[in-house]
């Protein structure tokens, strides 16, 4: 037998198998995105910082609505040239559905691509500050580090005078990185003192390793084996010896609970002591001369004269200078400051002036003011517009946005430079384009480590917004992905089916269909929510 | 399928319909939430604006759902098992909104009239700065 | 119209014009697409997890039991000396290992073990043979959630060689922990608390999968004749599990993805502002997020899930019941319309797992409601079951003796969870050991009772011969006394204040007890005793599961033939196919005639009237119950 109903129809549901089985998966990725939209909700509502309305730029997200209209068009276009017979058409419906498809991950690509590239950062008093973090340079020309990248200024660095490995948790592409880094700086990584170890009892230590021993991969590999050797064999007899013990007190009182005996159920360490193996659970290594060593700021957490990583590799060393520099700084925010300040009842305005960013940039505290002055401008602008109610208050006054963020467009008008009208248009995708607008428009900046309280590009890590913006659309665009494969599958290799059971393949094309029109429909409501809202 | 040739060609006029009213609804929902002479509510983008946006995507959604996915003339178990699918999402969320934003429990033991105050690291410690920033004008 | 119709003839046909060549033995056994294959494959995988769930909680119990003692030799055989060197303290279990234990053996036996086994295993080999179609509607698609399973439970096994250790978080995995936890571990998909997230998402991918699958094949591959209520109870049980799989699984799938990205991008999706851990001071995060929101969505499956569990068990007892009483199963529609209704009920109950979070009055009051609501359903559906026993024929075969202990224990199981319903008298047991009283009572002496029993009952049509009853004797007893041993005191401990997850058995509190004023140290001193004694247990238990093991595999070979291919003399469609159904599973398509459960009818000479026998004509032949067609192949 067969299985029936795969492209005609049962009777009395009228519906073929792939038909139930699209809607069915299609109920279910309601409830998938419908999870992912509750998150966003909640999250909006319990944020505990000004939630960004309208961070993303436009445009990208707009084309990419039109493009996936077409697209759903064209699908539905498609199917109704299968089910008239017309192959060829077929091919070109689909087609553009498939360009559609690519168009949508382009855009898709370079939004994210920018954000992966700008920079932000909470300053200590809830001042936010965005823009490109600049690379290393000296005399014009960018300084390479000990991999022949460049060095992005987001580093900290440690003068380091020693580092002691933990021999079970060690990192091996750190170690590797630190090695290749005081090559870099010209100092040596060699072993503080012999490490002699006792390999088998009754024999006398065996030398391992001597002092002033280069540090290798090996080396650490090696002794790791030792270390996880003698611990087994330490656990094991300490383990025996405990057994015993137990047995003993057991023996001893027989009617006596757990609880009563093993206060004095204890391993008998002096008699056991010779019989163990040293297990090296660290070991140090100098650094000669002391080298300075640069480590990114999420995987170290750094202290005045002693560092640790977070394999547990402490470093001792003085912790140099190690700010955050901006080479273009395109925006200023101050409302999650101003959120705290009116949550302590503080006047918005009085906390911005005694920030710690107006206090020590005087291009900040110049921008500041001539913000204030636009403020008020488009405070009378709005007035003049729509008047005043019967208390003699505006009708509209201008909102916490536009009062406390000056954004990209903001030091633009400020600063306005020539530009074509293709550069502007670039400008929407890409951003500002910070080389011709240069320095006068967005400031440099040298932030000092002390003043950051969380720093992160636009990434999910910045804050729940964007988690929710990468992970939705991430999602969302997996499916885009997955739904292009099922249907340009039928579109190449679906000729010989046409030829054979061409009503099959319309039923196949009609249910991808049906999954590409519900990823439509998804981005029907992401669009306003993420891009709008 | 009982789509007959004719049905099919009648529908492709439907189907072209359709993308012009869900491009023109795409340009609409721009235009409310950017462009000023339709900024309905308060100044901005506010509440007001945001549910005429959600309603112009939940109109744009439907004619998806409905022409396009052919759920207009689809059978009855689809409409349950799609609807289905609605109604739990909306029960996920609703039940969810009433057990975190409670309104008797919001209101039993704090009544509304001081901000929540989060306690961050520097709130515990008041460095300097901070006791210039809330010294009294 | 005419073009459409020309095309449509004959091309569901046309698979007969394909050459079919003997499938090879990887196709056969380990890539098959043969739903019966599949569920035996689902069923062996599923027992091996359980079986390792089984040993962690073992361990556990030791812990809880002797806390102060070394792991004895009989138990920590299997672990290497680094393994123990590096989570056992002086061979003694400590908190962490303890924590990982609990953790994997809540996920393991839940999502690796009963719901493969009960939904995977029997949905998979029952379904289409009840409803008389030759296969799932989509045997690649079957194969793939297979697969997937496979894979996702390779990964959560492999997390426990990871140095980080498996998941420790509970098998809830809540955030705030649950996002920090490995959290040093520099490469983080080599951490166990992300391993956990991927292999949720690819156990939630292959039971979506699955769930289409069934769902599709119940609504369009039915049989001719075989109407909505002349389904078997199975059929309908698995039906609405499905439906439970498939809508309440992917908000979990959501937190799943979204944990996951607070692990690897550092996102902040469950995790607030102000974190402080030990380790790093605070955290270096956004912050923002909602510890509750993970919550809320773990349950939103968690409640539908527990059903998920439930259903399949209750389906093979709803079978195994009218064959072995020789009568119609009571109130059938009944129980159609209970298990609709708590299917749609099962949606809307969740947050009673987390009365104790601050919910306000009246959200807590709607959810008390509806979980009340809920045990009506329930109690239908166990009381049906228990009158179908009533004025029959009872033959005690193994299947039935099981079945029959399934009633009463899932009855205990239920009934203690009535308590836990009403958030006030939550307030005390929440987080108590009466909740895991409560659960294992329903899951482990209900639940597994059930499935054991559909393990002897279809066993003779999947093999050809009976398992021994004497092995199933030795099986059953000692079972059903361990059980109650084991989870029985759970509920006074539970009652007395014992917490979950102490893994030292309350031991600590023994050293406060002279302290009268402390009322937890006084009422957990006075049941602490009872540790051992429930550990005992459950070491016996694992010893009465030998019988099953060896029964499984030697009937196999030398347990007693079949006479013919209805050896129970049942009357549901998956007794007319032969032994075993070969591909395809019927040699002529089935009609169905009648109501699954037509035994004893006064008009009919046999005491059963299976549903695929023509009715009497006036002339001609007659079919006998106990043959499949009037001309067999």
Redesign the interface.
Known sequence: ??????????KD?????A???I?????????????????Y???R?????PWP??ALP?LPG?IN??VL??S??TV??AW?AL???QWRRFQVYMSITLVCAVIFMILKGMEYNVKFHHQAV?L??FTVLEGHLGFEEENGTRVKDHNGHDIEENKIYVKASDLTFST??Y?N??VKDIIAQAEHEKSKITLSKDIKVITEPGKPAELIAKKGDALTPKLLSQIAKIH?KA??????L??AA??EE?KKAKKANPSAS??E??PN?N?DMDALAPLLEDEISAVTFNVVPAAKLQFN???I?EGATQSKL???TVINGELEPSPMVFHYVDAIDFQNLVMK????G??PE??IE???LIKNSPFAKEAWQWHLGEVAKLEQR?KDK?GVDKNNQPK????D??RYRLGWKDFIEKNKVELSGFDKFKEEFLGPNYEKRGNATFMTFSLPREQV??A?KF??????Y???Y??ITG?HGLHVIGGAIVLGYYLFCGRKMYL?????L??RV?VG??FW??V??VW??V???LY?? | MANSVEEIQKAKKTYLMVFAALFACTILTYLVAEWEPLDMGGHGFDGVDATIGLLIALFKASLVALIFMHLNHEKKAVYWIFGGAFVGAAALYLLTHLAVFDPIHDTYFYDGSKPRVIQTEEAAQPAASDKAATATP | MSAQAEIHSGHDAHHDDHHHHEPGFVQKYIFSTDHKMIGIQYGLTAMIFLAIGFYLMMMMRWSIAYPHQPVPGWMDWMFTSNWKARWLSDGKITGETYNMFGAMHGTIMVFLGIVPLGFGAFGNYVTPLQIGAPDMAFPKLNMMSYWLYFLGGVVMLASFFMESGAAKSGWTNYSPLAGFADGQVVNQFLAGQTQWLIGLVLLISSSLLGSVNFITTIINLRARGMTWMRLPYFVWAMLVTGFLLLLAFPPLESAGIMQLMDRVAHSSFFLPSGLYTKTEGLADLSGGGSPLLYQHLFWFLGHPEVYVLLLPAIACVAEIIPANTRKPLWGYKSMVYSVLVLGFLSFIVWAHHMYLTGMGPLVSTWFQTTTVLISIPSVILITSLLISLWGGSIRFTIPMVWACAFIPMFGIGGLTGLPLAFNLVDMHLHDTYYVIGHFHYVVAPGILFGLFAGVYHWYPKITGRFMSNKLGHLHFWPSLICMNIIFFPMLLQGMAGFHRRWYNGGDAYLAKAADSTNVLAVSVTKHIDLNILMSMGAWTLALSQIPFFINLFTSWKIGRKVQSDNPWDATTLEWATPTPPGHGNFLTEPSVYRGPYEYSRPDCDEDFLPQWVEPKRKTGTETKPNETTPAAH
């Open positions: 037998m067969e299985i029936p109903y795969i492209v005609t129809p049962r549901t009228g519906l073929y198998n038909k139930i089985a809607w069915l998966f299609l109920a279910s990725e309601v409830m998938l995105f419908g999870g992912f939209f509750s998150a909700v909640f999250l509502l319990g944020a505990d910082y309305e309208r436009v707009l609505t039109f209209i077409l759903s068009v539905v276009f109704a089910k008239m017979r909470r200590k008093d079970v948790r990192h592409a750190w996880l611990r087994a064999h330490n656990s094991d300490k383990i405990l057994k137990w757990d609880v005996l093993s159920v391993i700021p999420r995987d957490a977070r394999d547990d300040a009116r949550e302590k503080i006047d009085r906390a005694n920030s710690w709005l729509y509209r006054v201008p909102n946005k536009e309280l969380h992160s990434t999910p890590a910045w804050n729940t964007y988690a929710l990468f992970t999602l054979s059971n061409p009503e099959w319309a039923n009609e269909g049906l029109h519900f439509d429909l029907i409501f669009f306003p929510i709008l809202m």
